[in-house]
């Protein structure tokens, strides 16, 4: 066992490490385009390999559904990111509907953390609680006033006009209720993970998605403090450490037992007297 607990915090050093090694072309100041896109590319790559990894390695049903979509997500808005800052000019109409879209997978992604832990614990092939679906149709609905918002403004004002957007604007009632909404997702899903870590009988893991949770409370709070230049331009974009937190987070539930997978063979063959081996 002490043997596979140093190879599961190996696992999640490997992922932060390289995090970090992506992180390090930003600090060190390659703004080239070939700078730029090595590093877009690094987290695409990223993102994709564990997308991939989710459907090879988890047996629920549901539970793979719902990481393999948050992935998805990811390398959404990475694409996002990428066009707006590589291919579009500050100030344009075209730079701001990118800038709207982030908060496509900003709203949807507390949504399947939330779904992914009401589905923990059930039988491999049960399908998610029906009402369960609900809870996405108030993001869909903030979703689609966030990319409206040039005709209400309640969202985002621009007390200097459209084109000094991006640096300059005010937030509207619409971005605290999604706020709010953010917050409502988060903290269900970790309450339902703290109720639910409780019928796991490995408890070697546990501190392991609270952890993770941690991480992501210190860098929020670090922005509710306005610190977001300094964030930007040492520590990483939003985007950034969200996407690194949610990959923690799934991985971690991985490890502590809460989400099945078909991996740790080897540590059931070793314990095991039958006299078997694995073909495919």
Known sequence: MKRTTGLLWKKQALILLLFLLLLLLRFCGIKSTFGSFLREYFFFGLYFAWGISIRKRLIQVSVRRYLFLSAMLLLLWMLLRT?????????????????????????????????????????????PP?????????????????????????????????????????????????????????????LTIAAKTRAVKNRRYAALPFLVIGLGIVYSALNIL????????????????????????????????????????????SVSSLAAQITD
Not at 239 to 263: R, V, Y
């Open 83 to 127: 066009f707006k800052y590589n291919f579009t000019e500050s100030g344009t109409e075209l730079s701001r509907l990118l800038w709207y879209g982030y908060y496509i997978p900003f709203l949807l992604l507390p949504v399947m953390f939330l779904l992914t832990a009401l589905c923990l614990g059930l039988p491999c092939d049960a399908p």
């Open 130 to 190: 029906r009402r369960a679906r609900l809870l996405l149709l108030p993001s869909a609905l903030l979703i689609s006033l966030f990319l409206t918002n040039d005709l209400h403004r309640l969202v985002f004002r621009f007390p200097q006009g459209l084109a000094a957007g991006d640096s300059i604007h005010h937030y509207g009632l619409l971005f605290w209720v999604a706020s709010v909404w953010i917050l409502i997702c988060v903290s269900a899903g970790i």
């Open 226 to 269: 306005h610190l977001d230049g300094f964030l930007s331009h040492t520590l990483g974009t939003m985007p950034d450490w969200m996407c690194l937190i949610f990959i923690l987070l799934a991985e971690s539930c991985i490890d502590f037992g809460l989400i099945p997978s078909n991996s740790h063979y080897a540590e059931l063959f």
